[in-house]
């Protein structure tokens, strides 16, 4: 079946640290990756997604390389600030079917200034 | 500008008794989803419409129904609240398949 597990947090960094926010897959084919951040009391809303194989996602920063080879999909960012502290989800939709999302569980993360 | 609007923000209904959600879009998006977000864990897809195309999970409970009235107006309807069903309840929409969802703020359910 399809899943993707994230890694669990909390995640506490100083500002202007290096994040990582690791996520693995499993589905058949090539499924669209995609990573969601949520700020305190709002929704879900869409930081940035790949495609296909090799496709590098940005976002304010936020970089993820969509890995074929590891199923991969690892969040980046070479220097957080305070306001990224949210909760990030990475999620796929398998290949040819746009309206199945599969989430993963969240990953909390804070920045101290 | 509000797009995807969900009210209540906080419903507290009694343990049996009825309630219902309500999620309103102002971005005239095809499609709509209802997700359950218990604490701590994944959004979980109980049901979504494609138009007034409605698609059940196979696994969402008889105990939850949905209603689309109009492209604008999703419900979610829980005929006998338990305890279990005390969550987070998150609407979305998606301009039609292969395009980004995009989230209401959720309604938290209390379920007494």
């Known amino acids: 079946g399809n899943s993707v597990t994230q890694m669990e947090g909390p995640v506490t960094l100083s500002e202007e640290a290096f994040l990582t926010i690791n996520c693995t897959y499993t589905?058949?084919?090539?499924?669209?990756l995609f990573w969601y951040v949520q700020y305190p009391g709002e929704g879900l809303q869409l930081l940035l997604k790949a495609t296909k194989a090799d496709d590098k996602g940005s976002n304010k920063g936020f970089e993820a390389t969509y890995r074929k080879e590891t199923t991969s999909f690892h969040l980046e960012k070479g220097s957080v600030q305070v306001s990224d502290s949210a909760v990030y989800f990475c999620?796929?939709?398998?290949?040819?079917?746009?309206?199945?999302?599969?989430f993963g569980t969240g990953t909390s993360l804070t920045v101290i200034p | 500008d509000a797009m995807v609007i969900q009210n209540p923000r906080y419903q507290v209904t009694q343990f049996g008794k009825p309630v219902t959600l309500s999620c309103s879009q102002t971005?005239?998006?095809?499609?709509m989803y209802w997700y359950q977000q218990k604490s701590s864990q994944a959004p979980k897809l109980l049901f979504h419409y494609y138009d007034k195309d409605f698609n059940n999970e196979a696994d969402t409970p008889d105990n939850f129904q949905s209603r689309r009235p109009n492209t604008s107006f999703c419900f979610l309807d829980i005929r006998s609240p338990g305890l279990g069903d005390a969550a987070m309840y998150l609407c979305?929409?998606?301009?039609?398949?292969?395009?980004?969802?995009?989230f209401g703020p959720g309604t938290r359910l209390t379920v007494t």
């Open positions: 979305a929409t998606q301009r039609g398949l292969d395009y980004e969802q995009y």
């Open positions: 971005l005239n998006h095809n499609v």
């Open positions: 589905a058949t084919g090539y499924p669209s």
């Open positions: 999620a796929l939709t398998p290949e040819n079917t746009g309206n199945q999302f599969y």
